[in-house]
């Protein structure tokens, strides 16, 4: 049940960009302002997207509460695969040949990876020293890195600031990973007598205002190759670190587990680079 929900999460996520982008140019004239505000609060569309969000969280929530943090982060990614069809399907563009060849080695190497690492174990409760760890050094690193990308070209802005976001994105999914146990156990009331709940709503939003920020200072293509390749590496880091999971002691299935991964970022660069640059209809400006 893990890899449907999280795969659930990742078709949720997917739902959630293409919904709301084709609310957001299909308003009249291009409105702007509160004009725009407006026009999307009444749109269908763009609420549905909002509702497919919720959804990518509860999904993640249910994948990340008996699974392993390095089996559903990784999976997450299927999200760019879930968005090329739609946008075939729903939006009618053209896809290149070269992204679904893209989009299949996605899949493959990325089941590779899985099946070869054989990811198991965890601590459902870490220990007060692993999280001090985890959290001073994941938040100094963005924090840095966001510092040094407010100056410098387009394409270096961009690359730093969608590393920053995707380092925080990775804490926020071991927030919600332990939030999840602290509602098992001690109940809804009992949950906000307990820290994750509210180190997830600080993480979340400082996390969404980053991304915010990553989309407006440089090209997409540079920085989505950054977002979605960077949260699955810390997401594993975290896992062994934070939750003491671990893979398989074979030499050469982590051999064929860690050439998959490569394989997989390279296909992922590939996909994002060769998707269309917008959500317009093929044929439209």
Same mark, same amino acid.
């Given at each position: 049940m893990t890899i449907f929900f999280a795969l659930m999460a990742a078709l949720c996520n997917a739902l959630n960009v293409v919904t709301q982008h084709r609310a957001s140019i299909a308003s009249p004239e291009r409105a702007r302002g509160w004009g725009l505000v407006l026009y999307l609060f009444k749109n269908p569309l763009w609420l549905f997207g909002w509702v497919a969000l919720i959804g990518a969280f509860v999904f993640q929530a249910l994948a990340l509460h008996d699974g392993q943090l390095s089996v559903v982060q990784p999976l997450l990614v299927t999200e760019l695969v879930f968005a090329l069809v739609l946008r075939y399907l729903w939006v009618h563009q053209a896809i290149r040949a070269?992204?679904?060849?893209?989009? /299949?080695?996605?899949?493959?190497? $990325?089941?590779?990876? %899985?099946?070869?690492?054989?990811?198991?174990?965890?601590?459902?409760?870490?220990?007060?020293? /692993?999280?001090?760890?985890?959290?001073?050094?994941?938040?100094?690193?963005?924090? #840095?890195? /966001?510092? $040094?990308?407010?100056?410098?070209?387009?394409?270096?802005r961009a690359a730093l600031t969608a590393t920053a976001t995707a380092i925080l994105w990775a804490l926020v999914a071991t927030f919600i990973k332990t939030m999840t146990q602290t509602l098992s156990e001690f109940g809804i009331g009992g949950m906000f007598l307990h820290w994750p709940v509210y180190a997830l709503a600080i993480a979340g939003a400082s996390a969404a205002i980053l991304n915010?920020?990553?989309?407006?200072?440089?090209? #997409?293509?540079?920085?989505?190759?950054?977002?979605?390749? %960077?949260?699955?590496?810390?997401?594993?880091?975290?896992?062994?670190? %934070?939750?003491?999971?671990?893979?398989?002691?074979?030499?050469?299935?982590?051999?064929?587990?860690?050439?998959?991964?490569?394989?997989?970022?390279?296909?992922?660069?590939? #996909?994002?680079?060769?998707?269309? /640059?917008?959500?317009?209809?093929?044929?439209?400006?």
């Open positions: 070269v992204t679904w060849v893209a989009a /299949a080695i996605t899949c493959v190497s $990325l089941a590779l990876f %899985v099946r070869a690492s054989e990811p198991q174990g965890g601590n459902a409760f870490p220990s007060t020293h /692993a999280w001090i760890g985890a959290m001073t050094a994941t938040i100094g690193a963005t924090v #840095l890195l /966001a510092v $040094l990308g407010m100056r410098g070209s387009p394409g270096r915010q920020v990553t989309l407006h200072v440089g090209p #997409l293509s540079v920085s989505q190759p950054f977002l979605v390749i %960077v949260d699955p590496i810390v997401s594993i880091a975290l896992s062994i670190w %934070v939750f003491e999971e671990y893979f398989t002691p074979s030499t050469s299935r982590l051999t064929a587990a860690a050439t998959s991964f490569i394989v997989m970022c390279a296909a992922v660069t590939v #996909l994002t680079r060769t998707a269309p /640059a917008t959500m317009e209809p093929s044929g439209q400006s």
